[in-house]
């Protein structure tokens, strides 16, 4: 199962980057989405979350900066960036996630179906 992603780049504190995920059909209607990043030296930890009906979950440290969103004509999700700061440079990596029947709640590996092959966002100060 293949998640394309798209939509890494290099930009300056502040700036802005959309990150992009589509997924097979089956996959984008079977599953929730989200997204993971891994930084220089440290473990992969999850950012956002997506479910089918459209309620989002997003890590503290990413609250009012990035908005998860999906397009579902297009089986895609994309990841908006807002306000980046240097600590944001990492891996991001798209994932297919086993739905929370209690709502979506940050995405964990464990929960994790499929991955993406990620695409790497560089914030320089």
């Known amino acids: 199962v293949q998640l394309v992603e798209s939509g890494g780049g290099s930009v300056q504190a502040g700036g802005s980057l959309r990150l992009s995920c589509t997924a097979p059909?089956?996959?984008?209607?079977?599953?929730?989405m989200g997204w993971f990043r891994q930084g220089p030296g440290t473990e992969r930890e999850g950012v956002a979350t997506?479910?089918?009906?459209?309620?989002?979950y997003y890590a503290d440290f990413v609250k009012g900066r990035f908005s998860i969103s999906k397009d579902d004509a297009k089986n895609t999700v994309y990841l908006e960036m807002n306000t980046l700061k240097p600590e944001d440079t990492a891996e991001y990596y798209c994932?297919?996630?086993?739905?929370?029947?209690?709502?979506?709640?940050?995405?964990?590996?464990?929960?994790?179906?499929?991955w993406g092959q990620g695409t790497q966002v560089t914030v320089s100060s």
């Open positions: 997506i479910n089918k009906g459209g309620h989002t």
């Open positions: 994932a297919a996630l086993y739905c929370d029947p209690r709502g979506p709640t940050l995405p964990t590996i464990p929960s994790v179906a499929y």
């Open positions: 059909g089956y996959v984008y209607k079977s599953f929730c």
